[in-house]
C-alpha cells in the first residue's frame, strides 16, 4: 500500500479514499470510471478495507504503456482506454504518414483482419515495425493511401503489434481527410503526453 495512502488516512478517520488513475488531471472530481477503488480508514486512521470499483477504465498510464511513439499511438492510446474520443484517432491517422508493407503487386498488403474482413497493417513510428529491415515496406500518407482504396471493403489496422491497436474502416479515414491550409508555424516547450499523478478523493462512509 502506498505511503501517501496511509497518511491520507491518518489525516481522515473514518474516511473512503478513492485512489484516482494518474491520468485524471481535472480540478473537477473524477467520474467514476477514473476512480480504480477505494480504501477505508478506521475510527483510529489505520486503512481497514479496499473496495475495488467494477466500472473502472485503467489508462495508458496506468496500464504501464509506453511513452505514445507519435500523436497517432497517443490519440489511439485515448481512444481504445475511453479516455479520448475516437475522432481524434481517426483525425490524426488521416492527416499522418504510415509504413504499410509492400505486396508482390507493389500495392499495400492486405490482410485478413480478426474478424476475417480485409485489412491493410498500418504502422506509424518504428517500435510498431515488427518486420523492420526484413520486409519491404513503403511509408505513404495515409490521406493518399485511402484515397486510392475501396474504402467500403477495406479496413485499416493501426499498429497491430503494438499495445494499443484498433480497426478503423478507411471510410472514416477518408471522411476525415481534409484539404492542406498552410498555417503559422508555432512552438511549445511543453508535452501532451506528461501527466502527472493526481492526488486521492475522499468522501464519509
Same mark, same amino acid.
Given at each position: 500500500m502506498p505511503d501517501h495512502i496511509r497518511e491520507a488516512a491518518r489525516e481522515a478517520p473514518d474516511h473512503w479514499i478513492g485512489v484516482v488513475d494518474p491520468a485524471w488531471t481535472d480540478d473537477a472530481a473524477p467520474p467514476p470510471w477514473a476512480v480504480a477503488g477505494e480504501w477505508r480508514s478506521g475510527?483510529?486512521?489505520?486503512?481497514v478495507e479496499w473496495q475495488s470499483n467494477d466500472d473502472y477504465r485503467p489508462?495508458?498510464?496506468?496500464?504501464?504503456?509506453?511513452?505514445?511513439?507519435?500523436?497517432?499511438d497517443a490519440a489511439v492510446q485515448l481512444a481504445v482506454t475511453g479516455y479520448g474520443p475516437l475522432s481524434d484517432a481517426v483525425e490524426a491517422l488521416a492527416g499522418a504518414e504510415a509504413a504499410v508493407l509492400r505486396a508482390p503487386d507493389g500495392g499495400p498488403l492486405t490482410v485478413a483482419g480478426a474478424d476475417g474482413s480485409p485489412a491493410i497493417p498500418l504502422f506509424t513510428a518504428v517500435p510498431h515495425q515488427p518486420f523492420e529491415g526484413a520486409?519491404?515496406?513503403? =511509408?505513404? /500518407?495515409? +490521406?493518399?493511401l485511402v484515397r486510392g482504396l475501396a474504402t467500403d471493403q477495406v479496413r485499416l489496422s493501426v499498429n497491430p503489434a503494438g499495445p494499443a491497436r484498433i480497426l478503423l474502416d478507411a471510410r472514416q479515414v477518408l471522411?476525415?481527410?481534409?484539404?492542406?491550409?498552410? =498555417?503559422? /508555424?508555432? +512552438?511549445?516547450?511543453?508535452?501532451?503526453?506528461?501527466?502527472?499523478?493526481?492526488?486521492?478523493?475522499?468522501?464519509?462512509?
Open positions: 475510527l483510529d486512521g489505520e486503512v489508462s495508458p498510464i496506468a496500464l504501464g504503456w509506453p511513452e505514445p511513439t507519435d500523436p497517432v520486409l519491404a515496406h513503403d =511509408t505513404v /500518407a495515409v +490521406a493518399d471522411d476525415a481527410v481534409r484539404p492542406t491550409v498552410p =498555417t503559422p /508555424a508555432t +512552438a511549445s516547450t511543453d508535452s501532451p503526453h506528461q501527466l502527472p499523478t493526481s492526488p486521492v478523493t475522499q468522501r464519509t462512509p
